[in-house]
C-alpha cells in the first residue's frame, strides 16, 4: 500500500470504507445499497448522485475483491504511466458511462416489454406496485471503471504478456482485453439473468475507448500529453515511484579534474542519452520489458540509480 500511487491507494481504501459502512448500516435497518445504488431513472427512488455514488458500493466480499485487486493491479501501472489527475478523470469518466450505458439497456428493456401500460407486476410469488419493481433495478460495483482500466492497459502496453488463471501459458494484454469484451458481449446477449451487469461492464470500456481516441486525437493534452512527460511517468513505474531520471530533463554542468567541460558537448551528450532512454522506454510500451537485450536492460537500471 506504500508503494502504490495516491490514486489507486485511495480508491481502494475509499471502496473498503464504503464496504464496512455497507456492513455496519444492515445492523442498523439501513439499506445502502438502496440509498447509493444506481436506480432506474423512472424508478421512484432514483436520484442524480447515484450515477457517481455507486460505483463504491459492492455486492459482496468476492464482488470487491476482484474489483479492488484489478484496481491494484492494472490501475497503478496507468497511474504511474499517465498521472493521477488523468487517471482519476479517466476512472470517473468510465464508471458514469458504465452507469449511463446501463440506464439505457433499462429502459429498452423498459419499453421492450411495456411496463408503462401497468401500475403493478406480478412477481410470481406476490404482485407489487410498479414503483417497487422499478426499485429493484439498482446497479452497484466499480466493475464499469474496472474494465474502463482494462482496455487502458490492453491499449498502452498491448504485448505485455500476462499469466492467466488457468492458462498454462502468458497471454499478451490485447488478447486478454479482446477475449474480455468478447465474453462480456455474449454474456450480455444471451440474457443469462445472472444479476451482472454486462452491459455497464462494456459500457466503462466503450467511454475508455473513446476517451483514449479523444486523447491520442489531441496529443496538446490528451492522452499522451508529449512524450517527455508519458517517458517520465514510465521511469518512475520503473524506479519504484521514485523520479532518479530527472538529470536527463535539467542537463547541468559537469567538472571533472577542475576542468569545465565544454557546454555544448555536455549538452548534446546528455541529450541522446536522454533520446535513448527514450526509445528503450518506448519499446518497453510496445512490447513489454521482457522484449528488451540485456544491454538495454543494463542502461535503463543504470539511467535508475543516477
Given at each position: 500500500m506504500m508503494?502504490?500511487?495516491?490514486?489507486?491507494?485511495?480508491?481502494?481504501?475509499?471502496?473498503?470504507?464504503?464496504f464496512l459502512a455497507k456492513l455496519v448500516?444492515?445492523?442498523?435497518?439501513?439499506d445502502l445499497d438502496n440509498l447509493l445504488g444506481l436506480h432506474f431513472f423512472l424508478a421512484p427512488d432514483f436520484n442524480f448522485y447515484q450515477f457517481f455514488t455507486y460505483m463504491f458500493m459492492h455486492g459482496g466480499v468476492t464482488h470487491i475483491l476482484f474489483n479492488m485487486f484489478a484496481v491494484w493491479m492494472f490501475g497503478r501501472v496507468m497511474e504511474s504511466y499517465w498521472g493521477g489527475r488523468r487517471f482519476l478523470l479517466y476512472y470517473v469518466?468510465?464508471?458514469?458511462?458504465?452507469?449511463?450505458?446501463?440506464?439505457?439497456?433499462q429502459y429498452i428493456q423498459y419499453l421492450w416489454q411495456g411496463l408503462g401500460a401497468y401500475d403493478t407486476v406480478n412477481i410470481g410469488y406476490t404482485v407489487i406496485s410498479m414503483g417497487d419493481y422499478?426499485?429493484?433495478?439498482?446497479?452497484?460495483?466499480?466493475s464499469g471503471a474496472?474494465?474502463?482500466?482494462?482496455?487502458?492497459?490492453?491499449?498502452?502496453?498491448?504485448n505485455e504478456r500476462l499469466f492467466i488463471f488457468p492458462l498454462p501459458v502468458p497471454i499478451k494484454a490485447k488478447f486478454f482485453v479482446i477475449g474480455y469484451a468478447v465474453i462480456e458481449l455474449l454474456s450480455a446477449l444471451g440474457n443469462?439473468?445472472?444479476?451482472?451487469?454486462?452491459?455497464?461492464?462494456?459500457?466503462?470500456?466503450?467511454?475508455?475507448?473513446?476517451?483514449?481516441l479523444y486523447w491520442r486525437r489531441n496529443s496538446g493534452g490528451g492522452y499522451y500529453g508529449n512524450r517527455t512527460s508519458a517517458a517520465e511517468r514510465l521511469?518512475?513505474?520503473?524506479?519504484?515511484?521514485?523520479?532518479?531520471?530527472?538529470?536527463?530533463?535539467?542537463?547541468?554542468?559537469n567538472v571533472s579534474m577542475g576542468e569545465r567541460k565544454d557546454d555544448y558537448e555536455y549538452n548534446a551528450r546528455k541529450k541522446a542519452e536522454a533520446e535513448e532512454i527514450d526509445h528503450i522506454l518506448e519499446k518497453v510500451r510496445k512490447s513489454g520489458y521482457t522484449s528488451l537485450t540485456e544491454e538495454e536492460k543494463r542502461k535503463l537500471f543504470d539511467a535508475s540509480q543516477r
Open positions: 508503494n502504490m500511487p495516491p490514486v489507486t491507494k485511495n480508491l481502494i481504501i475509499i471502496n473498503l470504507l464504503f448500516a444492515v445492523r442498523y435497518g439501513v469518466v468510465c464508471g458514469l458511462g458504465a452507469g449511463l450505458v446501463q440506464e439505457g439497456v422499478l426499485n429493484r433495478w439498482t446497479t452497484i460495483g466499480a474496472v474494465y474502463g482500466i482494462l482496455l487502458a492497459f490492453g491499449m498502452s502496453f498491448p443469462s439473468g445472472d444479476g451482472v451487469a454486462h452491459f455497464a461492464h462494456l459500457g466503462g470500456m466503450i467511454f475508455g475507448l473513446l476517451l483514449i521511469k518512475k513505474w520503473f524506479a519504484g515511484g521514485r523520479d532518479r531520471f530527472s538529470s536527463y530533463r535539467k542537463p547541468k554542468m
